[in-house]
């Protein structure tokens, strides 16, 4: 989706995957929910959870917070393909994550891939945008008006 006028991208400096044990106050019930947090270039951050725990294993591999492990994702499996970590590198420009479904809560991201004067527009499920981004060390961007609102909601 291109971005209009007056709506704004702001960029992200760094990406963090991890598990966050919650608990529930009421009933003492306790959870782990998968977290991708983006901290971004104006000092905020921009939160997204229920991450698939592959992608998760996948971004700490990448930034060298664990070694590869013995059974491996497909996700982890295609940072090892030196094809696909060089098709990755020559043709992603960047992503955007660009749309939240108001009734599902739901993000969407743009992966804009660049070749031969050719421009292709992928919409996909953030986390795998954010991931494939980080494997081709290519800029990732959150519309400014989805940081507002999610800043204003109630950190689950």
């Known amino acids: 989706m291109p971005v209009l006028p007056g709506e704004g991208l702001v960029k ?9 044990r919650m608990s ?3 009933t003492g019930y306790t959870f782990d929910i998968t977290v991708m947090e983006l901290k971004l270039e104006n000092g905020g951050k921009f939160t997204m ?3 698939p ?13 664990i070694g590869i492990p013995r059974r491996q994702s497909l996700f982890v499996f295609l940072m090892n393909s030196e094809y696909f970590r060089e098709a990755a590198i020559n043709a992603v420009k960047e992503v955007i994550i660009d749309e939240m479904d108001s009734r599902t809560g739901l993000y969407t ?3 804009v891939l660049e070749e031969d004067g050719f421009t292709l527009r992928l919409k996909m499920i953030p986390s795998h945008a954010v991931y494939i981004a980080l494997l081709a060390n290519k800029p990732i961007y959150v519309l400014e008006k989805l940081v507002v609102e999610g800043a204003s909601e109630e950190e689950f």
């Open 49 to 51: 959870s229920n991450i």
């Open 53 to 65: 725990i592959e992608i998760v294993e996948a971004v700490n591999v990448i930034k060298n917070n």
């Open 24 to 26: 529930d106050p009421r």
């Open 12 to 20: 992200v400096i760094d990406v963090d995957a991890y598990i966050r």
């Open 109 to 111: 991201a743009t992966l």
